[in-house]
């Protein structure tokens, strides 16, 4: 009868020694897949938007709208779809979520009019948006903390991938399919990978500890995880690293602790990270347009811009793991002089598209780093609502990003002087993370030697 005696699993002392295996790389793999139709399926507009404009008449501050009506659906649907991930589990809500906006991508290439463009965009954004977040949260809690930064810069460089695949694929497509096709294109896509994510995402094991939720299924996951450890549903599972939490999750919770300086200060990093990220991936094409670059050229160099984004986030994805959050300042400490010079000095053209590049490149390494580091400031129990609170404040504030390329390409102002407006958002991302390394810093040092913190956070910011 010894046997049947519970026995007590700490479960993030398990996976903070489990190497990375088969099943992490598929995880990882399947939501890589996501975010890449996750990110060609909003980002599809701003390239197919000459096509768009010339077939159903669409004025600037029309084409404005639809953008950011995709960026508003986003920040409503991480605020509502991200909270709920943590009551009642991380996959059905990606699953669910990752179903709908492939529909209703699909369904935006038979849209009629301006007004039913709107609406499809608005709500394809609201699916987008309780995505991604949640599928960032739930590959964290299946990974060391050494690890956490890395595997979500890779998965978010899908959606980098799919946002900067837009481009060459209009160019490719577009001819043949018309701008609608490339509409079903990333529907159709969506739906193959939503159906991946049904066959092989596992629930998070972490949040189902945390909450004390199924003993069953958290039993068979620790067994998935370690072969060796014949856990029962009847044993008791722990996290080592962090205080047991309550089956709710309240929105104070996000304001506890060093919380309470860290939340707010990533949601205004984050927002202004967004505004750039999002007025270059809206306005990219057409803003490189209106400086009298043809369209095929300034596609493609919009999306060779965003594929260098990918890669500079990649680049210091490492560093960020070892270093943590100082290493966010580095790529805002390049693009806010780049964009004073682009913005300010007069370049020949062959050298103004090069540092147009460059500033896209710089824009997206930043905008990675900022994110790569929001899942890890948060304990499991509220990971989910703290990073889709995040995403969708940011959203919110990315919604003025392609708002603010309609008001300077109808204001008759040269688009070049965009590069400039654009200096504001740097320079606060570079005081936010700069602020946000200090504090914990502080909390670290304050945590050694004491045991765990009491905010229920790792000292070293997992």
Known sequence: MADATPRTFDVAALIERRPFDRFNMRLVAISWLITVFDGFDLSIAAFTAPYMRDELGLTTAQLANVFSAGLLGMTLGGLLFSPLSDRIGRRPVVIGTAFGFGILTMATAFAPSYHALLVLRLLDGFAIGGMVPIAWALNVEFVPKRLRATVVTVIMVGYSVGTSGAGPMTVMLEPLIGWRGM????????????????????????????????????????????????????????????????????????????????????????????????????????????????????????????????????????????????????????????????????????????????????????????????????????RGAGSGWASSVGKLGGVFGPLLGGVILSSGMPAIRSYLVLAICPAVVLLTAAWITRVVSRTAADSSGNGPSTDGLAPAGG
């Open 183 to 382: 509409f079903l294109v990333g529907g159709i896509g969506s739906i193959v990978a939503a159906s991946l994510l049904l066959l092989w995402l596992p629930e998070s094991v972490r949040l189902l500890v945390s909450k004390n939720m199924k003993p069953e299924q958290t039993a068979r996951l620790v067994n998935r995880l370690d072969p060796a450890a014949d856990a029962r549903a009847t044993d008791r599972f722990i996290l080592g690293d962090e205080q047991t939490a309550t089956r709710k999750t309240a929105f104070r919770e996000l304001f506890v602790g060093r919380l309470a300086i860290i939340t707010p200060l990533l949601w205004l990093g984050f927002t202004f990270s967004s505004i750039a990220i999002y007025f270059v991936n809206g306005w990219g094409p057409i803003v490189l347009e209106a400086m009298q670059y043809d369209r095929r050229t300034a596609a493609l160099a919009t999306a060779f811009g965003g594929i260098m984004g990918s890669a500079a986030g990649l680049a210091i994805m490492r560093v960020t793991d070892r270093r943590g959050p100082v290493t966010v300042l580095f790529y805002p400490t390049l693009l806010l002089p780049l964009l004073l010079v682009v913005g300010l000095v007069p370049l020949a053209p062959q050298t103004v598209l090069i540092l147009a590049m460059a500033v896209l490149m710089l824009i997206g390494g930043m905008h990675f780093a900022f994110l790569s580091i929001i899942g890890t400031l948060y304990p499991t129990a509220v």
